[in-house]
């Protein structure tokens, strides 16, 4: 197999960054993989539209921030969606830390 390389996808308002090589164990023969300029294919299937469709099922919310700079109502929205999450996750974290 031959050894392909990238280091950026990015999606509908995200970005992946990293270093990844088709020689790496996550790869196998089963698994057929080639790149083009702004995607990675696995198994001629789009890597992009697999994690938007995902994003999109199980609604993820993604921040734009282009609109937030234009309307500060959304902004203050998000900032106290994103601080209550942030408050719900540490609340799990430590129940799942009390049940042990």
Same mark, same amino acid.
């Given at each position: 197999? %031959?050894?392909?390389?990238? %280091?950026?996808?990015?999606? @509908? &308002?995200? @970005?992946?960054?990293?270093?990844?090589?088709? %020689?790496?164990?996550?790869?196998?023969?089963?698994?057929? @993989?080639? @790149? %083009?300029?702004?995607?990675? =294919?696995?198994?001629?299937?789009?890597?992009?539209?697999?994690?938007?469709?995902?994003?999109?099922?199980?609604?993820?919310?993604?921040?734009?921030?282009?609109?937030?700079?234009?309307?500060?109502?959304?902004?203050?929205?998000?900032?106290? =969606?994103?601080?209550?999450? #942030?408050?719900?996750? &540490? #609340?799990?974290?430590?129940?799942?830390?009390?049940?042990?």
């Amino acid at each position: 197999m %031959s050894k392909k390389s990238f %280091s950026n996808i990015t999606g @509908t &308002n995200w @970005t992946w960054s990293g270093n990844l090589s088709t %020689s790496d164990s996550i790869f196998s023969n089963a698994i057929t @993989t080639k @790149t %083009s300029a702004d995607d990675v =294919y696995l198994n001629e299937k789009s890597l992009t539209e697999i994690i938007q469709n995902i994003e999109k099922q199980i609604g993820i919310l993604n921040q734009n921030f282009e609109l937030e700079e234009r309307w500060s109502e959304l902004k203050e929205l998000g900032d106290k =969606y994103r601080a209550l999450e #942030k408050e719900l996750l &540490n #609340k799990e974290q430590v129940w799942n830390t009390i049940k042990r």
